[in-house]
């Protein structure tokens, strides 16, 4: 399987990269969603709706996150 290199944009449904995947853990992370008792329970793409597929720009890539605390939430 070919690999993506930084600077090539990736097309809208592909597969979340594992940069794309850290960077959101990151950011669930430094927004205090994250702490030891909570799981990610799904990371995912969040498909963009399909008329922005045909537009003149891409649309942006992001991520759909389901985490469970059972601390919280028992």
Known sequence: ?????????????????????AR????LHEAGFLPDTTRVVYLGLEEPPKEALYGPERPARLVRVLLHDPAVHG
């Open 1 to 21: 399987m070919p690999t993506r290199s930084a600077t090539t944009t990736p097309h809208p449904l592909d597969r979340l990269s594992a940069e794309e995947i």
């Open 24 to 27: 959101a853990r990151t950011i």
